[in-house]
Each structure stands twice: as C-alpha cells, then as structure tokens.
C-alpha cells in the first residue's frame, strides 16, 4: 500500500482481556516504531524495531505491553489483562533508511483502544 | 537521556499575523530535529527536519524552523499564519548515535483566528 496502515482502527474490550493491535509498514522500511498517545497528550514512545537488530523496548510501561515484528514486515503490539489506563490511541510508523527521507517517520492512522 | 521540552501548551494567533511555536531540546550528542502536525481527525504528518547543513530549514506549508544549537532550541515559525494552520504541533528529536529512539514532547495546540 502507498503509506502505513494499522488495524483494527477502534478497539472496544473489557478490562483483563488481551488485545492485539497490527501494524503494517511502508514497504521497504526497516525501521518500525509504536507509540501511545492518550487524550490530549503528546506521544508516548513505546518500541522501535531496526531492521534485524534487538528491538529498543525500553518505552514499553509493564510487562503486559510485548510487540513483536518479522522481518522487516507486519507488527503486532499485544496488551494482555488490559487496564482502563490502556485507553489511548495507538500509533505506528515506519521509516526508511537511506537517502532524503531517512529519519522521517510516516505515521498511520492509529488504533483507538477503549477499555470498559 | 534525549528529552524535548515544548513550553506553551497553547498558542493563539490571528490571521495573517506571524507564529511561533517554541522548542527546546537535550540530547547527547548531535540532535537530529524534526517538527510534526496533527490536523484534527487526520493522522501525523511530518513538517520538516534538521540533520545537519543550514540552521534555518524550510518545510511544508511555507513553515520553517530554526536550529540554534547554543540555546538548544527548534522553533517552529511562519511569517503570516492561516486559518487552515490550526493544529497540533510536536517537536521531536533524536541524537545521531546510530539509534533511532524518537523522543516526541507533549505538544503546543495552535490556534489561528480569523
């Protein structure tokens, strides 16, 4: 597809169930980043995968937060036994390596996850 | 520990007039500057970059930026503000240590009145 896409777009669970949010990036894009972004906040750096290299999970809140990527393809961001403070939009972006748009991230349009 | 700072959680300008949204930042290292907008109900949307080169860096949307590394600052400027501008800005940066770990700040909500 011509940018990033992320599904679902609206989430509604319950709180303690597990939700998974996809993300696919830009073809060609080796780096792939998460963030959160609550009501009316800034955004919350979550994970950033590289290419093949260890990914930098060092915004991840808790241990309920994991992601995991292929390759240089799809991610899922998973939160099991979610909590009402998980409510928040939900961003990816990806950007490529080389040449005039290194560095430059192209955000999807989020997942909004609601948890009841 | 990179971090970005954006003082005013709000900016109010009126048409026509010239805006600045301000940005300070700390990195170790040399930064890497970007500047993003949020439209309401629209994604993010990057505006423009500071790598290396020209402290003063023109982006989209006739918006431009300037780089002063001795006051750590990025802030965002445009000579003569619109309606259509009104928005959520974020600063961000990076530093050049090879990661690519982006620090986003909380953002300043831009306000353009006719």
């Known amino acids: 597809g011509a940018g990033v896409s992320q599904s679902p777009s609206n989430k509604v669970t319950e709180k303690g169930k597990d939700v998974e949010l996809r993300c696919d990036p830009i073809s060609g894009h080796t780096a792939l980043y998460w963030y959160r972004q609550r009501l009316g906040q800034g955004l919350e750096f979550l994970i950033y995968f590289q290419g093949n290299s260890a990914p930098d999970k060092s915004g991840l809140p808790s241990d309920r937060f994991s992601a995991e990527r292929t390759g240089e393809s799809v991610s899922t961001l998973t939160i099991q036994r979610t909590q009402q403070e998980d409510s928040a939009v939900y961003l990816c972006?990806?950007?490529?390596?080389?040449?005039?748009?290194?560095?430059?991230?192209?955000f999807g349009p989020g997942t909004r996850l609601t948890v009841l | 520990a990179q971090s970005v700072a954006q003082p005013e959680d709000q900016v109010n300008v009126a048409e026509g007039n010239p805006l600045t949204v301000k940005c300070t930042y700390s990195v170790s290292g040399n930064p890497y500057l970007f500047w993003y907008v949020q439209y309401p109900n629209r994604g993010l949307q990057f505006l423009l970059k500071?790598?290396?080169?020209?402290?003063l860096v023109k982006g989209s949307y006739g918006f431009e930026a300037e780089f002063n590394k001795s006051q750590t600052s990025f802030h965002l400027k445009k000579p003569s503000a619109l309606v259509s501008d009104s928005a959520l800005y974020f600063c961000?940066?990076?530093?050049?240590?090879?990661?690519?770990?982006?620090?986003f700040g909380a953002g300043t909500r831009l306000f353009v009145k006719a």
């Open positions: 972006a990806s950007s490529p390596i080389g040449g005039s748009s290194t560095d430059t991230q192209y």
């Open positions: 500071y790598i290396t080169g020209d402290n």
């Open positions: 961000a940066v990076r530093d050049n240590t090879g990661g690519f770990k982006t620090i």
